[in-house]
């Protein structure tokens, strides 16, 4: 069985400039999760997903931060403008019951 | 806020003998916790969890071991191995939604 797909794996952009990731979560899980992960720092939620519905966004930076599941099933996070902080991995994670999440292996997003 | 925390950044073993890895947490009501396994360039990859009503549970060389008395989760590596190499999160889940992680410590195996 397929993994969590995330692409792009590395991302280089300058400050101010758009940037978008994409996740295929496994297949037949409802709930999808954004995380953002510092170095050095465990992830930190951005977004929780249950199907198309976005039920916790609590800590996603709305001025500069979007994401979308349309369909349910892929997702993409996206960033414009992009700041020198957000420099970090974006992890995407899915699950069947919110106890046990699968994780993908981020995008690496450097801005400069 | 609430947080889970970690005692140690980097542990180093040798080969062959066991790993204690340890955590702390402040939310007394989280009833659900899980370490993480993180090799480099890899999303976190789940090792064991423990339920809030158990104070051990133990799996294929590991076990956690859980006082919520003092607030502490410990993981049990036995007969460490270079592939245990990694950073170990661990996590706990709040209001049973909301997965908060710990800072992380990284443990390094030598022969």
């Known amino acids: 069985e397929a993994g969590v797909v995330q692409s792009p794996r590395y991302k280089i952009i300058e400050k101010k400039q758009p940037v978008a990731f994409w996740c295929n979560p496994i297949s037949g899980h409802n709930t999808l999760y954004w995380y953002r992960q510092n170095l050095g720092q465990g992830p930190e939620l951005l977004i929780r997903?249950?199907?198309?519905?976005?039920?916790?966004d609590s800590q996603l930076p709305k001025d500069r931060f979007s994401a979308e599941r349309l369909k349910g099933v892929d997702s993409t996070l996206k960033i414009q403008p992009a700041e020198l902080g957000d420099s970090a991995v974006y992890l995407c994670?899915?699950?069947?019951?919110?106890?046990?999440?699968?994780f993908g292996p981020g995008t690496r997003l450097t801005v400069l | 806020g609430e947080s889970v925390g970690l005692h140690l950044p980097t542990l180093s073993v040798q080969e062959g003998d066991n790993s204690i890895i340890n955590c702390a947490y402040s939310?007394?009501?989280?009833?659900?916790f899980i370490w993480y396994k993180q090799e480099s360039g890899k999303g976190p990859q789940f090792i064991i969890d423990i339920r809030s009503n158990m104070d051990k549970r133990q799996g294929q060389r590991v076990t956690v071991l859980l006082n919520k008395t003092v607030k502490h989760l410990s993981l049990q590596i036995a007969a460490t191995q270079p592939g245990d190499s990694a950073v170990y999160f661990c996590?706990?889940?709040?209001?049973?939604?909301?997965?908060?992680f710990g800072t992380g410590t990284r443990l390094q195996v030598f022969p």
């Open positions: 939310n007394s009501a989280s009833d659900y």
């Open positions: 996590a706990e889940l709040y209001n049973t939604d909301k997965l908060i």
């Open positions: 997903y249950e199907n198309e519905e976005a039920v916790d």
């Open positions: 994670a899915s699950s069947l019951d919110q106890l046990l999440q699968f």
